[in-house]
């Protein structure tokens, strides 16, 4: 009886898993449809200039309200870590803070050619999706990390020529965060997997292979500066490759 009761529950909890992985994937291509209607009516204009000249003044507002949404979920989220509270809330209000954010930044500054980017973020972000649910948590971060440097090397690829500045800051922005990611993957390993209160990661994940990363998506990105926008695209495949050998890795200690 024990033996039947474990493994119904087993099977609820592998249920109620799966279950959050599939709304997941469906919020990914409801973001799908929504950055192709954008890209008609905005880029493409088919409503009109006045519809886009309207949206542009929307995203003007949301290239900041956005941050300041997404520092109040920071906010809601400590205090709900501290009080025991639901992080449900904090959690979905950062996420789409964040996505609304990034939607606003790229159409508002590289025009169509965020536009051009915005449409493969939602794929990406269903792969970590089935990252996160099916691999070690270590790997879901390694990821994250790689596909940012991928999205940031090919900016430089399609737009430093004509926008270097805007480039140069993106890339400025990308290396402090990646300076952070190294310091808080160190904080939490020195804290056995947490930050906090809160269970980030296993005491026993391979931390080495996140820091490799960090240090490989910062030579790329500082590469991509140094040699150009022709460098940037063949990088790109740099990291792509480094992708791969991280989904071999993780794989292999699946088994």
Known sequence: MMDKGKREQRRSDEDAVFNRMLICLAAAVAAELLILLLRRVYVEMSLGADVALALAAVFSVLRFAGLILVAGGVIW?????????????????????AAVWVIAVLLYYFFDTGASVLIYLPLAAAVLVLIWFLYQRIFFFSALITGCAAAALWLCRLYYDGHPVRVRIIFAA??????????????????????????????????????????????????????????????????????????????????
């Open 77 to 97: 989220l400590v205090y709900s870590l501290r009080t025991g509270r639901s992080r449900l809330g904090p959690t979905i209000l950062i996420t789409v803070s």
């Open 174 to 255: 990308g290396f402090v965060l990646l300076g952070l990611a190294m310091l808080l993957a160190v904080k939490v390993r020195s804290a056995g997997g947490k930050l906090g209160s809160l269970r980030v990661l296993p005491s026993d994940s391979p931390y080495p292979m996140l820091y490799l990363t960090c240090a490989v998506t910062a030579v790329l990105m500082a590469l991509a500066l140094l040699l150009g926008a022709t460098a940037a695209f063949y990088l790109m495949f740099g990291l792509v490759a480094w992708l791969f050998v991280q989904a071999v890795y993780f794989t292999v200690k699946l088994m």
